[in-house]
């Protein structure tokens, strides 16, 4: 079942597939202001939405993906779009789907912010550093189906099974040597409630509501274009709690968006 992270929009949008990457799609909100879904690889591994915001003055971009190849691809798009700087990125919470690509935003835009709730930090220099190795160890499960030609459980392969389990060793062995490409770049900036950004003529209002999909979730609301960026808090199509907690999604509505 393919769970999508999503953005709240009150306004007719369009979409385009990248001919090059079929799997990549852009959806334009509204005018500058752009939501990309990353090619969904199944078994290499999944990767959050990228929102991009563009005001007069500069650029903000909610959630850095997970693939650095991906990240690479979303920064060539925004120098399409616009000349303008990415001064802030915003990670909606700590799953490496939603930061791993900061350190590419980084080495393009030497003088962006990296926003992150202050749980968020904290929960990302926990695990982030050490990503890399345990996407690798992730990997084993895989490598023991394609010996045993059984699953952990003790199913027996068949021949469709065993080549999805060698199409899925293939990409993730291409995403770790991506992960491993890099170094791990965490949040530059931390608050606890939120702060507004004033981009040109567009303002970005960054909250935290309370803990949900994790500790530190933050949403971006666009007041003017009625437009919430969620991050996890709201997925298709039903909301991740595998390791969250119980949170009530009446909190956004409560803000007016």
């Known amino acids: 079942?393919?769970?999508?992270?999503?953005?709240?929009?009150?306004?007719?949008?369009?979409?385009?597939?990248?001919?090059?990457?079929p799997g990549r799609v852009v959806t334009k909100l509204t005018e500058g202001v752009y939501s990309i879904e990353h090619s969904d690889p199944?078994?290499?591994?999944?990767?959050?939405?990228t929102t991009v915001i563009i005001g007069d003055r500069q650029v903000?971009?909610?959630?850095?993906?997970?693939?650095?190849?991906?990240?690479?691809?979303d920064i060539e798009q925004?120098?399409?779009?616009?000349?303008?700087?990415?001064?802030?990125?915003?990670?909606?919470?700590?799953h490496n789907d939603h930061n791993y690509g900061n350190r590419v935003f980084q080495d393009a835009f030497p003088a962006v912010t990296i926003a992150a709730h202050i749980e968020t930090k904290h929960d990302m220099d926990l695990v982030g550093p050490t990503s890399a190795e345990r996407f690798d160890k992730s990997?084993?499960?895989?490598?023991?189906?394609?010996?045993?030609?059984?699953?952990?459980?003790?199913?027996?392969?068949?021949a469709d099974d065993i080549q999805t389990v060698k199409t899925a060793l293939t990409k993730r062995s291409a995403i770790s040597a991506e992960?491993?490409?890099i170094r791990y770049q965490s949040?530059?900036?931390?608050?606890?409630?939120?702060?507004?950004?004033?981009?040109?003529?567009?303002?970005?209002?960054v909250m935290f509501l309370g803990r949900g999909n994790t500790s530190g979730d933050a949403i971006a609301y666009l007041p003017?274009?009625?437009?919430?960026?969620?991050?996890?808090?709201l997925v298709y199509p039903a909301p991740y709690f595998f390791d969250g907690y119980p949170s009530t999604l009446e909190r956004i509505g409560a803000t007016g968006c």
Do not use: Y
Request: proline letters at 3%.
């Open 224 to 233: 003017k274009e009625k437009i919430a960026v969620v991050g996890d808090l």
């Open 139 to 158: 990997t084993v499960r895989f490598q023991r189906m394609l010996e045993t030609g059984k699953t952990a459980d003790g199913q027996q392969l068949d």
């Open 78 to 94: 925004i120098r399409r779009w616009t000349d303008k700087p990415v001064t802030f990125v915003l990670n909606t919470h700590f």
């Open 60 to 73: 903000f971009v909610v959630d850095s993906c997970f693939v650095p190849s991906d990240a690479r691809k």
């Open 42 to 49: 199944r078994r290499g591994s999944g990767s959050g939405n």
């Open 187 to 205: 949040a530059t900036l931390t608050f606890e409630q939120g702060f507004t950004v004033d981009l040109g003529n567009r303002e970005v209002r």
């Open 1 to 21: 079942m393919l769970i999508r992270p999503i953005v709240i929009a009150l306004i007719a949008v369009s979409c385009a597939r990248s001919e090059e990457d």
């Open 179 to 181: 992960m491993h490409s």
